[in-house]
């Protein structure tokens, strides 16, 4: 069975997707236009959001009678009525034009062993996405890591006959992170094609359960996405790999706070000549969007970090929406209008300029 065979109506979403007034539009909705037709957006809406999650049908059930990676209640009941119809409501409540889109769990495909087809499926939905409804979709190519043979026959299907806007590639596959020397080849092939790495964070195998009632998402995300940013600078990635433009997750995760460590490292003799000029400019030249980052404490630390224009707009759909997200970067003291409008859409239309 496919996925693209079940790119059609789904059940209706669960309540927990949406605050009130959506939920009630969504759920009274009919099934035929709630995934089916053409959706345009309206004159009004601006935003770009890159972090946005997709759970075709197919995929989601083979997820849920899997056992490959830890149970997830929470996670898995946002996603039970996921379709395209659902993403579009909640995009057209939060003022956003396009979604440039992510399956919702990377570890489940690297675990499978049939990731490559699975992959694939997922990356063929994405495009039926995109052409069933002109301009709203893009995608982010889902790749079979860690399989690297696999995975570059993937990216060139994925940008080349697909026209997708960069790659997937999870801050760690394992005890492998974003910067491993094996996928060496990945980013060979990447800086040939001066591609887009986008990078959502895991929960690595030994920080499950480690704090009972608090889940990984919590903590070890952000965490992680630290790791990966350090495993990418000081294993070199960075600058072997300088035409790689990497968007980072959650406002770059714990790594704005930990800045000064971060700089400390990069002076000791094991990584000083790679950085004549300090690790600055490599964290510099990284994209970070804000998704569950936009209150004040984590907008502060990463606009000292990143400058203005390599900070994009996220929302974690379906676990946050963009109608909430954008309301608090409009509360964001440290944003006027000229600065809100490059962080929700003219920042990512430098990266993603399909979408102008």
């Known amino acids: 069975m496919t996925f693209m065979t079940q790119c059609g109506c789904g059940p209706r979403a669960p309540e927990a997707f949406f605050a009130a007034k959506l939920r ?50 929470h996670r898995d009941r946002l996603y039970v ?26 570890t489940f495909i690297a675990l499978h062993p049939e990731r490559a087809r699975i992959a694939r499926e997922v990356n063929d939905y994405a495009a039926k996405m995109q052409q069933d409804h002109p ?16 995975c570059l026959k993937e990216i060139e299907y994925g940008l080349d006959e697909l026209g997708f806007d960069g790659v997937d590639i999870r801050t760690s596959y394992n005890l ?6 094996a996928f060496a080849p990945i ?26 009632g608090v889940p990984g998402s919590t903590i070890e995300y952000c965490t992680d996405t630290s790791r ?28 704005p706070f930990l800045l000064e460590r971060f700089t400390d490292l990069a002076k000791r003799d094991q990584h000083a000549k790679r950085f004549p000029k300090g690790v600055l400019p490599e964290l510099k030249k990284f994209y970070y969007e804000v998704a569950q980052a936009v209150h004040p404490g984590a907008l502060d630390a990463l606009l000292r970090l990143a400058p ?13 929406n963009a109608r909430d997200t954008g309301r608090k970067l409009a509360a ?20 993603f300029p399909r979408f102008n």
Do not use: C
């Open 24 to 73: 009630r539009s969504a759920l009274q909705m009919p099934s035929s236009s709630t995934s089916k037709g053409k959706r345009q957006t309206s004159g009004t809406a601006r935003n770009i959001d890159v972090h946005h999650h997709i759970a075709p049908p197919g995929y989601l059930q083979m997820k849920l009678e899997s056992d490959l990676e830890p149970a997830n209640a």
């Open 81 to 106: 009525g996921w379709n395209p119809g659902v993403a579009l409501d909640s995009m057209d409540e939060g003022a956003t034009a396009t979604a440039i889109t992510t399956i919702t769990d990377g």
């Open 135 to 150: 301009g709203r979709f893009g995608h982010f190519t889902t790749l079979p890591m860690p399989d690297v043979d696999a």
């Open 176 to 181: 492998q992170w974003l910067g491993d020397p």
């Open 187 to 212: 980013y060979e092939e990447l800086n040939r094609r001066k591609a887009i790495v986008y990078s959502h964070p895991h929960e690595p195998p030994f920080a499950h359960n480690l704090i009972r």
């Open 228 to 255: 990966a940013i350090a495993s990418v600078v000081f294993g070199g990635v960075a600058t072997r790999y300088p035409d790689v433009r990497f968007i980072f997750s959650h406002g770059g995760g714990t790594m």
């Open 308 to 320: 203005l224009n390599h900070v994009l707009f996220g929302t974690d759909f379906p676990h946050f």
């Open 332 to 351: 964001y003291d440290g944003f006027g209008a000229k600065e809100l409008a490059a962080v929700t859409r003219a920042n990512a239309l430098k990266l």
